[in-house]
């Protein structure tokens, strides 16, 4: 649906973006990161039509963002950092304004209709933009995003400055999009894009350093694979029984947390998964499993190590 090939944008003899090459697929929803400066607001810019690129080709669908921006502009809703209301209308005569604007040609009224139970401002309708709190706003940024029902959604810092349920909330508007829009979203809260996110592309200095799942760049960067699990049984035979899972190298008691209850640190061969196999033996024997966590790396951790000057990592 999203198709950007050797993407370059130079100011001078700088190159802002150099040379990144990324594709989405239809009904996929990706992260994309990168520190202040990386090219990434100016890699949105360029996809949706506010700026031109130097070289390369972005594709909204079949249409060349250069070539058919008016075309390409028809199958993308756009959310910036800061949504563009008009803060002396009411939500009611904003989003007809927008309609109009978009010449959409579906029926004004179900349509909107429609898009306002999709992000809940039902209530807030007919009240003058101002006066509604920052969660209400971006609901209704949203809104306008969706008007003529665009395939292809792009969201710039969607949660920012919104308290922990309003985040929430529009974390699970977006999953919900993701099942009838492509999405592509940009955001500092890293655990957010963990949360929403199919996979995540990050850009740093121009150059797109990582493009995969979340859980697959935290396996390819963790270099400690071990697990950490909290089991109540006996010690001595609860420690047997982990020893015995095939491919598991090794089984360290790190202490009685509660009574009866023993955390265990396991180490497995590289490659192996022994969760389930673990689950099992102890579900057989009616040692309640009490608590499973891995060491591998959080999503702001994989940010930070691909973004380090240090890295030497990423491709062209």
């Known amino acids: 649906m999203i198709e950007v090939q050797n993407l370059t944008k130079r ?62 502009k028809k199958h993308i809703g756009y959310l910036p950092e800061h949504p563009p ?55 209704v940024g949203l809104a306008q995003a969706l008007i003529g029902n665009p395939e292809v959604l792009i969201l710039d810092e969607p949660t920012v400055g919104l308290d922990p349920k309003q985040i929430i909330d529009i974390r699970n508007l977006i999953k919900r999009l993701g099942k009838n829009h492509t999405v592509i979203l940009s955001s500092h809260i ?54 015995s899972v095939p491919n598991m190298q090794s089984v360290v008691l790190l202490g009685e947390r509660e009574k009866g209850v023993f955390e265990y640190s396991l180490e497995a061969k590289e490659g192996s998964d022994v969760r389930r196999e673990i689950f099992n033996r102890l579900s057989n024997r009616s040692f309640p499993l009490l608590g499973m966590k891995t060491s591998e790396m959080t999503l702001e951790d994989v940010f930070l190590t691909l973004i380090d000057d240090k890295s030497k990592g990423g491709k062209k």
Do not use: W
């Open 11 to 72: 100011y001078g003899d700088k190159k802002a973006v150099d040379n990144i090459s990324f594709t989405v697929n239809k009904g996929e929803i990706l992260g994309f990161l990168g520190p202040n400066g990386a090219g990434k607001s100016t890699t949105m810019n360029i996809l949706t039509g506010y700026l031109s690129s130097t070289e390369g080709v972005a594709k909204i669908g079949e249409y060349d963002v250069l070539e058919n921006p008016l075309e390409a």
């Open 85 to 139: 209301l008009y803060l002396d209308m009411t939500v009611r005569d904003y989003l007809d304004f927008i309609y109009d604007l978009k010449r959409c040609k579906i029926p004004r009224k179900s349509h909107i209709g429609e898009i306002c139970r999709l992000v809940r401002i039902e209530e807030v309708y007919n009240r003058i933009i101002k006066n509604l709190s920052k969660g209400y706003k971006q609901r």
């Open 190 to 243: 890293l655990p957010e894009v963990q949360a929403v996110c199919d996979r995540v592309v990050v850009i740093n200095k121009g150059i797109i350093v990582a493009d995969d799942t979340a859980d697959n760049l935290s396996r390819q960067l963790s270099t400690d694979h071990k697990l950490v699990v909290r089991i109540e049984g006996p010690e001595a035979e609860v420690r047997k029984l982990l020893t």
